[in-house]
């Protein structure tokens, strides 16, 4: 499986990155490394996010990460990172389908 990141998913990285950069430089890095690490799994593991509670779409699904939740899409061959948000906002249902 080939992990494709959106160009939303990899803005909405940057953004949470930069905020813990603010007073916390090295944490920002060991954060975003952690992301990518945590989002290898699914190449072996697809479906070990649970579904999204907004959407009907069983093939939208999230990991858990921190406060964060790790919203992708899987199908055959592809698994497509649409969003990284933390998790007491709400989800618009506009970044997931």
């Given at each position: 499986m080939k992990i494709i990141w959106t160009r939303l998913a990899l803005e909405r990285v940057k953004k949470i990155?930069?905020?813990?950069a603010y007073d916390k430089p090295k944490a920002a890095k060991r954060w975003i490394e952690t992301?990518?690490?945590k989002v290898e799994i699914l190449t072996k593991f697809p479906e070990i996010g649970?579904?999204?509670p907004?959407?009907?779409n069983s093939s939208i699904r999230e990991l858990i990460f921190?406060?964060?939740r790790i919203i992708y899409r899987c199908d055959k061959t592809k698994i497509y990172i649409l969003t990284v948000r933390c998790a007491q906002q709400i989800l618009p249902l506009n970044e997931i389908h």
């Open positions: 990155a930069n905020y813990i992301v990518f690490k649970r579904k999204v907004e959407s009907n921190g406060n964060y």
